[in-house]
């Protein structure tokens, strides 16, 4: 897998420069023998050789075209590694307020004193939580607070030795519940409770179970039914979890390398693509610093407890407990059938990681949801350049129109 960690990415110096023209025919293999291929391809390879024949090409001449194409693009990818790599950029924000904090977590408050309506924020347990607090002008909690809203951030942390053992109950029906039950936080009544992504299954759970303490959900790109567009891929990935035991083995979690393998199986060219756009951009262009910015998030992951990678491999993609009405937390089943509070569940159109149909199938499972359609992708709705839109209006004008609460 490419890796493109600013800390040590090696890189070729220079790209091998094209065949002479005489050595084209060598260059390349045969496109009759040399790789196995399927009756799909030989029938398509027959196809662009009648295509090429009908119209007076010679194989030769195509077969060199491709290839300089094919190292056009390797230059642009290498050269987009490179600026990347050497980019200026780093993230500086100031650190908000810690008003509650257990084992490796802590509740943020990106408003302290605020009179606006209170939000807490679920992430996902497979990446740090900044990305909704990743950049200046790229913050959603920021941008939030600076229009009357007062967010709430839990920061789940670094796994240490003791969550390293949390299931999916611990983390819910533990420390998610304490997060709510905080101090600080007693005054303030009912909150609305915000997950993104995995975020959002987890805060459905604790909603639940404390609906004292959540006056409204909102869910952005969560997932529900796993086998909505493909059960096929997502029984695929439930398949690896035995060979993922040996690296969860040493340490009870998965590891941050694992973890990217599986994002990445989900679509693999668009890391390649992404550099070679990258590479096109200014350094000082306010799209290359958000770039850096983003990816240097996704290359400072944070390893999955190993009950918690069991339960949602097997459980939720191999058995997508959570749609059959399987899925349980300290016992009891997780049903949104069951929850009479107001929901707003942000579905992006070009999600890869969540499928629309999954997270579709929850908002059609809550009573009264509000469904938006955000025309971004999953990370994109969140922190891309046109996520002000996409998201963060939207959601802040629900928030807006919420009912008081009563406390």
Not at 111 to 128: M, R, T
Not at 244 to 264: C, G, I, S
Request: aromatic fraction near 8%; include cysteine; proline fraction near 11%.
């Amino acid at each position: 897998m490419l890796a493109a960690s600013r800390g040590g990415l090696a890189l070729a110096s220079t790209p091998p420069g094209p065949p002479t023209p005489n050595a084209w025919p060598s260059a390349w293999p045969s496109w009759n023998a040399g790789w196995p291929r399927s009756s799909s391809a030989r029938r398509e390879a027959a196809r662009i050789g009648a295509a090429l024949a009908a119209g007076g090409h010679p194989p030769e001449a195509f077969r060199a075209a491709v290839l300089r194409r094919l190292l056009r693009e390797d230059r642009a990818l290498l050269r987009g590694l490179a600026a990347y790599r050497t980019h200026p950029h780093q993230r500086r924000l100031p650190e908000p307020p810690v008003i509650w904090a257990e084992g490796g977590s802590r509740l943020l408050d990106y408003a302290p004193g605020g009179a606006g309506p209170v939000v807490l924020f679920v992430p996902s347990l497979v990446n740090k939580a900044s990305v909704l607090d990743l950049d200046e002008g790229a913050s959603l909690l920021r941008w939030l607070a600076g229009q009357g809203v007062r967010p709430l951030l839990l920061d789940w942390g670094w796994p240490g030795p003791e969550e390293r053992r949390f299931d999916l109950t611990a983390y819910v029906a533990g420390r998610l519940e304490r997060a709510l039950m905080a101090l600080p936080l007693r005054p303030l009544g009912p909150v609305v409770l915000a997950g993104y992504c995995m975020g959002g299954l987890l805060a459905l759970a604790a909603a639940q179970r404390r609906p004292d303490r959540v006056r409204a959900l909102a869910l952005l790109a969560t997932p529900w039914d796993f086998h909505a567009e493909s059960p096929a891929n997502a029984r695929a990935l439930a398949a690896l979890l035995p060979v993922l035991e040996p690296a969860m083995a040493p340490l009870d979690a998965l590891p941050v390398e694992a973890l990217q393998m599986l994002f990445a199986m989900q679509d693999p060219f668009a890391i390649t693509e992404k550099f070679r756009r990258f590479s096109r951009l200014p350094t000082d262009a306010p799209a290359a610093r958000r770039f850096v910015a983003l990816e240097d998030w996704l290359n400072d992951g944070i390893p999955l407890a190993a009950p918690v990678a069991r339960e949602a491999l097997a459980g939720w993609y191999g058995g997508n407990s959570p749609a059959r009405g399987a899925w349980r937390i300290a016992g009891q089943v997780v049903d949104p059938a069951g929850l009479a509070m107001p929901a707003f569940c942000a579905i992006p159109a070009r999600d890869r990681i969540v499928p629309p149909a999954s997270a579709e199938a929850l908002a059609a499972a809550l009573p009264g949801a509000q469904l938006h359609r955000a025309a971004a992708g999953h990370i994109g709705m969140v922190v891309g350049s046109g996520a002000e839109a996409a998201l963060w209006r939207p959601l802040h004008q629900w928030l807006c129109a919420l009912p008081t609460p009563v406390h």
